[in-house]
């Protein structure tokens, strides 16, 4: 390779970002969400309530748009709220949505994450179905299914795919619940006691065994 060419190739392998910085597909953040709650879940009895949310809240930071997700669960609270506040908004949405995953996925019983599909959503979304199996051995109520349906639905940001709402059984939207659950306290004492009161909701989950 003649000098000149063998420079033109150096310059260009440092402009190209490394893959790591290549925006990844919606089902690729799926995955890598599936592989940590897994890793979190074999942790099981031995780690921790906040042992679990060390682990999770790095990936589950870039993978949830919490900004996003708090700023419509919040309604027209959001808009009419200062960015200093809003910021403590957004921190606390976020540590309380990982510390309910860390709560909640704290054991392992052959449990396997599954990837159905992936769909064209409103507004320019993608949705990526999934399921959940409980495995063989997992104790079910009657009627109850050993799979649980989950649809995540993915904007596209500057930074990648984030996911923005998850969907429950193709009808039960978390963002919807959340916003409902939110309005009252919102009405009553704002943006303030919201914080508050979702702060000390994870102060709770981190203290439970």
Do not use: C
Request: glycine content about 6%; charged content about 25%; hydrophobic content about 45%.
């Amino acid at each position: 390779m003649r000098p000149i060419f063998q420079l033109f190739a150096l310059v260009m392998i440092l402009l190209v970002p490394s893959g790591a910085a290549f925006a990844a597909a919606p089902k690729d953040s799926i995955e890598s969400l599936h592989a940590v709650l897994l890793q979190a879940m074999k942790a099981g009895p031995s780690a921790t309530v906040e042992a679990r949310y060390a682990l999770l809240k790095p990936k589950l930071d870039a993978i949830y748009d919490f900004r996003r997700m708090i700023e419509v669960a919040a309604g027209s609270t959001w808009a009419n709220t200062d960015a200093a506040t809003q910021s403590k908004l957004a921190d606390a949405f976020a540590r309380f949505s990982v510390m309910t995953y860390a709560s909640r996925f704290s054991s392992y019983a052959g449990e396997e994450f599954r990837i159905t599909g992936e769909r064209p959503g409103p507004r320019d979304t993608v949705l990526v179905d999934t399921e959940i199996d409980r495995g063989a051995n997992a104790q079910l109520a009657p009627g109850e299914n050993r799979t649980v349906a989950i649809s995540y639905v993915m904007a596209k940001t500057d930074d990648g795919w984030r996911i923005i709402d998850v969907i429950l059984d193709q009808s039960i939207s978390e963002l919807a619940l959340r916003r409902s659950e939110y309005s009252r306290t919102l009405r009553s004492g704002g943006a303030d006691e919201l914080i508050e009161v979702l702060n000390k909701k994870s102060d709770e989950l981190a203290a439970a065994k």
